[in-house]
């Protein structure tokens, strides 16, 4: 009887031995996507990235901490994993040489610092995660400071929730005190040093128990800064051009360093410096949300407020001039307000009230 001939038997009728399989030449299992469930994994703090391979920490804070290289798992291809991620790693985690772990996951994020190419591309590019502060670094003179580009580093610090400090550097070349009125009426604590005098111990006062991701313009002293919170660290520092006052990259990663002062420990996180910080993927709502209490009083406004000088029937414009938000209220809102118009019509179109 052929194969393809039914049986009279009902019972044989679908008997799967009958069936032919295709052959597996090869001999390998079949691909599932299924995935080992790793209970064994371990929590390790991304350090650094260099041409593919991770830099981690192991049992931080344990008696067993060290470091060790990691690749990322063929599943994580198009995650992005970067400086300040928690990620889960297995494999060999001893750190000899030779060896090589792998990371298998990256935990929740708590914030995330973002910057795209221009205002208009939504293409973000990540840049640091899990870091609760950003420390701005200016200098007052040579080069010279740029307000407009510590607007922006100072809107994506807002929408990623990071506080910001701001630091200026030079300051016996230049009085910094006309510069530094820009940003009056915002919660920012500010440190000036000298040249050669750097407000270590101030500044490392305000990392302790935090993850501070360090930002700035090319040549205006980041990395010796960094240097004289971290020694060990060892980042190079560059010189300013005479001709173009630009100043020379010289960090080319974003490495995160422990800081260790008397008053206690956190985190340093360098990055390279840069010219441009473009915003295009930022949602500048979340601007208003770091103005507490002129987000409550928004919530009075007609929808689709632009809440800038020029808003009909704004309410935010309104309580300035009726006096409801104190002294400090109109220097406030203006500041606000120039962090919105960094957007121009960007921030009407995001930003409403009610």
């Known amino acids: ?138 200098a007052a003179a040579d080069p010279e400071p740029r307000a407009r580009l510590v607007d922006r580093y100072l809107v994506a610090a807002l929408d990623a929730g990071m506080r910001p400090l701001l630091v200026v550097t030079k300051t016996d070349l230049a009085d910094p005190a006309e510069f530094l009125t820009h940003f009056d009426g915002l919660d920012l604590e500010v440190f000036t040093s000298a040249q050669e005098e750097m407000p270590l111990e101030r500044v490392g006062a305000a990392l302790v128990g935090h993850s501070t991701v360090f930002v700035g313009h090319s040549g205006v002293g980041k990395s010796t800064l960094v240097n004289g919170l971290v020694p060990e660290a060892k980042r190079a520092t560059g010189h300013v051009n005479e001709v173009t006052g630009r100043g020379r990259h010289t960090s080319s990663s974003t490495v995160s360093y422990r800081y260790r002062g008397s008053q206690g420990s956190g985190w340093v996180i360098d990055t390279p410096g840069v010219r441009s910080f473009g915003l295009g993927h930022v949602n500048t709502s979340n601007i208003l949300k770091a103005f507490t209490e002129l987000d409550l009083i928004a919530q009075e406004c007609p929808r689709g407020c632009t809440h800038l000088a020029d808003a009909p029937d704004c309410a935010l414009v309104e309580a300035v001039a009726a006096g409801r938000l104190g002294p400090t209220g109109a220097a406030r809102l203006d500041s606000m307000q120039r962090l919105l118009q960094t957007f121009g019509e960007k921030a009407g179109n995001q930003t409403s009230g009610g």
């Open 1 to 138: 009887m052929s194969w393809l001939e039914p049986d009279d038997d009902d019972d044989d009728e679908f008997d799967e031995s009958q069936v032919r399989m295709r052959p597996n030449p090869k001999a390998n299992r079949p691909r599932t996507k299924r995935r080992p469930a790793h209970a064994d994994a371990q929590i390790a703090r991304v350090l650094g990235v260099d041409r593919g391979r991770y830099n981690v920490l192991v049992d931080e804070d344990g008696p067993d901490e060290h470091t060790i290289l990691a690749v990322r798992a063929r599943e994580l291809r198009k995650m992005p994993i970067v400086t300040g991620d928690r990620a889960r790693v297995v494999g060999d985690t001893t750190g000899d040489d030779g060896t090589l772990s792998r990371i298998i996951g990256i935990e929740e994020r708590s914030s995330l610092l973002r910057r795209s190419a221009d205002d208009t591309d939504q293409v973000e590019r990540v840049i640091v995660a899990n870091a609760d502060q950003m420390l701005v670094v200016v």
